[in-house]
T-cell receptor, first 110, second 112 residues
Framework: DADVTQTPRNRITKTGKRIMLECSQT?????MYWYRQDPGLGLQLIYY???????NKGEISDGYSVSRQAQAKFSLSLESAIPNQTALYFC?????????FGPGTRLTVL | GQQLNQSPQSMFIQEGEDVSMNCTSS?????WLWYKQEPGEGPVLLIA?????ELTSNGRLTAQFGITRKDSFLNISASIPSDVGIYFC????????????FGKGTKLSVIP
C-alpha cells in the first residue's frame, strides 16, 4: 500500500464551487505539505503543517485553506474555485529534510 | 526569495548515452535533493545530499553537492528507456526550516 495517498485523483468542477482534496499518510511523519504544479513549472508550496496544531502559509496560499485533522490527515480546500486554480496538486510528508509525495490530484476548474 | 535555475529544460538522448543536468542557486543551501517524476505520478526521491562536496550514487545515478553550496549536479550513466521523466532538484536552506525550493525540472527523453 502507498505511504501517501490522495483523493480524488482527478476532479472536474465549475467556477465558484467548493472543493476539498484529501491526503492521508502512513509514514508517521509530523510534517505535511500541499504543493501546486503547473506545466513547465516546479512545485509551489501552498500550505504546510509541522504538527496538528501548527499551520503555515506557503508562497501561494491565497484562495486556499487547509485543515490538519490528525497527524495522518491533511486536507486542502478551495472555497470558491476559479479557472486559474486548474493544476496538479501534491501532498507530501517529511520527518526531516526528505519529503515524500503522494500521487497527485489533477483538478480542472471550468 | 531563493531561486533555483535548473538546466537544461529538456534533453533528447540516445539509449546508452550519459546524461548530465544541474541546478544553481542565488543562495546557499544546506541540503540538495533530486527527484524524478513520471507522467501521472508524484515526484520520487532519488538522492539526498547533506554536505558540501558530497558525491552520492544510487545505481546509475550520481549526484554531487557543489563546494560553493550554491549548486548541485545529477548524472545518469548508460541511459535506458525507463529513465524517461522529469527530474527536479530541490534545495533546503536551514536547520529547522524544512521548506524546499524546487527547480523547474529537466524533461528527459530517451530514444531507443
Amino acid at each position: 500500500d502507498a505511504d501517501v495517498t490522495q483523493t480524488p485523483r482527478n476532479r472536474i468542477t465549475k467556477t465558484g464551487k467548493r472543493i476539498m482534496l484529501e491526503c492521508s499518510q502512513t509514514k508517521g511523519h509530523d510534517r505535511m505539505y500541499w504543493y501546486r504544479q503547473d506545466p513547465g513549472l516546479g512545485l509551489q508550496l501552498i500550505y504546510y503543517s509541522f504538527d496538528v496544531k501548527d499551520i503555515n502559509k506557503g508562497e501561494i496560499s491565497d484562495g486556499y485553506s487547509v485543515s490538519r485533522q490528525a497527524q495522518a490527515k491533511f486536507s486542502l480546500s478551495l472555497e470558491s474555485a476559479i479557472p486559474n486554480q486548474t493544476a496538479l496538486y501534491f501532498c507530501a510528508t517529511s520527518d526531516h529534510s526528505e519529503q515524500f509525495f503522494g500521487p497527485g490530484t489533477r483538478l480542472t476548474v471550468l | 526569495g531563493q531561486q533555483l535555475n535548473q538546466s537544461p529544460q529538456s534533453m533528447f538522448i540516445q539509449e546508452g548515452e550519459d546524461v548530465s543536468m544541474n541546478c544553481t542557486s542565488s543562495s546557499i543551501f544546506n541540503t540538495w535533493l533530486w527527484y524524478k517524476q513520471e507522467p501521472g505520478e508524484g515526484p520520487v526521491l532519488l538522492i539526498a545530499l547533506y554536505k558540501a562536496g558530497e558525491l552520492t550514487s544510487n545505481g546509475r545515478l550520481t549526484a554531487q553537492f557543489g563546494i560553493t553550496r550554491k549548486d548541485s549536479f545529477l548524472n545518469i550513466s548508460a541511459s535506458i528507456p525507463s529513465d524517461v521523466g522529469i527530474y527536479f532538484c530541490a534545495g533546503q536552506y536551514g536547520a529547522g526550516s524544512y521548506q524546499l525550493t524546487f527547480g523547474k525540472g529537466t524533461k528527459l527523453s530517451v530514444i531507443p
